[in-house]
């Protein structure tokens, strides 16, 4: 029973693997500010949001613009000021090198997490799963863990994000484990494991890809059935719902109904039945603990993980960016619910003033999470500006005679 320390050979090759491989997502942001500066205050699991004000809905987007740029109204010098052009990111010049120098038919650019056999022909091994799911577990959640994967059927590749060490242990109790791949880091969270091993062209094979906790109650959970009704709903983002019979919730919108088969926003508790519960986390909500996604929603989400902010707070009050509509592509799926058995529990307990005691780290999540939000704001201005600037160069080389 040793721990293991090192990340494993896996992580090695996946490393490798996304230097070469990483095709550019675009990232169209098509709703825009809509719900910027949002997770307002309330850090991770303080619900101050409120639902009834004004400003939600796409209508009055350009309002909002122009109202968020105060210092980009006109410029005095209207003509064309060359934009910056950064250089390419390190992994865009290997992708331009691997297309350069290699003949295009021999260029693979995604791949998965399927284990293969030495021997055989490779046609003949076992194919790529068409789900993935991935959990970070310790192995003293192991029961809970076990019963979740037999919720989960052959469609599914399992991938273990192991933040103890443990990994060896389970292949000796779980005959399923022999099949998944494990990720050993020590006392990682799992938005750090998800950015480092869940790159998009890695998961590219994967129709749906849930990253889940580990304190999920699933006992009545199908997967299979999951995916049905999201695929069925059109849901991009979604998570099952929460039994509040048997678990907790945080926020009213995804706890489980029982009239329903998905919901995707709510009335209920401080969120107004008035349509302008549309915006987190009244609608368009889905919280980081056990959410699904498709292949290309996660293809967005994976760039939104900072690598620094390790926790990951923030995140789910801005999922809704990474769809084209995010009330209607977000959702909760009722039919198919979980209980949330415990809250927070990253974190020695005991002495708080400790290093890595569970106060330190929730205050840590808490700083991440006003950082997220101070970045994002940074960013959508900036796009806001860039996007101004460009208008008006356009508008200035309109007004332009024609060169003679
Ligand atoms: C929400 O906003 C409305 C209108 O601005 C205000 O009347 C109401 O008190 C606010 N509610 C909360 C809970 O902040
Ligand atoms: C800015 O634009 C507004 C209307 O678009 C115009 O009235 C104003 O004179 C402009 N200001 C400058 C400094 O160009
Ligand atoms: C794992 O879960 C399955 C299904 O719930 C159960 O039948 C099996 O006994 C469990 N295995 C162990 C080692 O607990
Ligand atoms: C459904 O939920 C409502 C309240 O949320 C409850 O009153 C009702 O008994 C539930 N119905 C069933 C069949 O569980
Ligand atoms: C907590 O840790 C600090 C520093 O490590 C130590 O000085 C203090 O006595 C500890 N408190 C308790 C209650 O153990």
Redesign the pocket.
Known sequence: MRSNPILMVLSAAAIGLLVGVSSPIRIAPTVLPLFSSLGGGGGGGGDDANCTSAGAGGRNMAARLSAALPFFGNSTTSTATPMKVSPPAKSEEAKKGAERLLPPDIVVRESDLHLRRLWGQPREDTPVRKYLVALTVGYSER?NV??TV?KFSDNFDVMLFHYDGRTTEWDA??EWSRQAIHVSARKQAKWWYAKRFMHPSVVAPYEYVFLWDQDLGAETFDAEEYIRVARKHGLEISQPGLDIVRGVKNYDVNVRRNDTEVHTSTSAGRCSAQDAARRPPCSAFVEVMAPVFTRRAWACVWHMIQNDLVHGWGLDWNFWRCVDEPGRQMGVVDAQYVAHHHGFTLGDKGNDTVDGSRRKVRLRASAEFGEFKARLYNADRAQQAAAALLAQSKAAAAAAPPPS
């Open positions: 029961a076990n019963a037999h109790e779980f």
